[in-house]
């Protein structure tokens, strides 16, 4: 029998068992059978059946979990506790207080609801807001780093952009809800011990009519809520940096101290203006009797270019970062 023979009978026998490159009787470079995509049930980009990327982790799925975390009810718990705290502290210290020469806004907390709830905003944002909102953004993704299990998200898989995303809308959600809920709680709880009476202002004494000043305390919480943002930001930034839940949240707050501190040097001049925290006081300005928002409108400018700022250096760094190491 000739060679033409025995080829031609080897490839009738090939073409015969059904494997698709022998039909035509040619082989694949390296002996590597050629994959047909059409009629295989396979998608063209290798994917599983149904697998689609913008349904991984919605956003219910981690609303839950973040809910469920013990610190965050505990932190809820404290932020709601606390108004009400501050009101037995005014009921037992009752008439122990030295007036002064000056109305503080201490003096003036028992005024009245709108007053009480100044005063709590005032006390709580340049320290216990700004735990608050730098562990929800903090400990977001560093506490799945250090758990291991954020490469197992990842290997859901679901795109570490949209990853990130949804922890980061989460974060802001609770974050918002922190900063909402104690001036709020404190609203209430002051209209129930002391009456909801006009406002008084610090410093002169002047009465403003209650309902007049009511939008302009939604415009102030609207302003405590922006003014963390920077705290948010940078809060982020290092939960994506580092696998230590604690050091990203000591981060952030530390950046608040060291903002305080610079502030307090007059010898800086128009720079501190530049500070993350020098305008997060402004908001007082609404409750004056000529309201004026020049000072918020700059905070709100400085507070929104550092976050994001901030944003995108995290978004930058979680795409190249290596998760296992």
Request: glycine share 12%; aromatic share 8%.
């Amino acid at each position: 029998m000739s060679d033409s023979d025995i080829n031609g009978a080897r490839g009738t026998m090939t073409g015969a068992t059904g494997d698709g490159p022998a039909r035509s009787g040619r082989v694949p470079e390296h002996g590597t059978p050629e994959r047909e995509t059409p009629g295989s049930g396979v998608p063209e980009n290798g994917s599983a059946r149904g697998y689609a990327p913008g349904r991984t982790l919605p956003l219910s799925v981690e609303i839950v979990r973040q809910f469920k975390r013990r610190r965050t009810l505990v932190m809820f718990g404290l932020l709601l506790a606390l108004p009400w705290i501050l009101v037995i502290a005014f009921k037992v210290g009752a008439g122990s207080g030295q007036p002064g020469t000056t109305l503080r806004i201490s003096d003036l907390a028992t005024e009245g609801g709108l007053n009480f709830a100044a005063f709590a905003l005032s006390v709580s944002a340049s320290f216990l807001l700004v735990v608050a909102v730098a562990l929800f953004c903090g400990d977001t993704v560093a506490s799945e780093a250090s758990w291991s299990s954020l490469r197992y998200l990842l290997a859901a898989p679901i795109p570490r952009d949209r990853l990130l995303r949804q922890k980061l809308v989460v974060a802001m959600g609770y974050s918002a809800a922190a900063v909402i809920c104690l001036p709020v709680m404190a609203l209430l709880a002051g209209t129930l011990a002391f009456g909801w009476n006009d406002v008084r202002v610090p410093g002169t004494g002047e009465t403003i009519a209650a309902l007049d000043v009511l939008p302009r305390f939604g415009v102030v919480i609207g302003y405590a809520l922006v003014s963390q943002f920077v705290v948010a930001a940078l809060a982020f930034l290092l939960s994506v940096s580092t696998d230590s839940p604690l050091g990203a949240v000591g981060g952030a707050v530390g950046l608040v101290i060291i903002s305080n501190i610079l502030q307090a040097v007059e010898a800086l001049g128009g720079l501190r203006e530049f500070l993350p925290t020098f305008w997060n006081t402004a908001w007082l300005d609404a409750l004056a009797p000529q309201p004026e928002y020049d000072g918020m409108l700059k905070g709100v400018a400085v507070s929104v270019t550092y976050s994001a700022i901030l944003v995108a250096f995290a978004f930058r760094r979680f795409r190249g970062k290596d998760v296992v190491s």
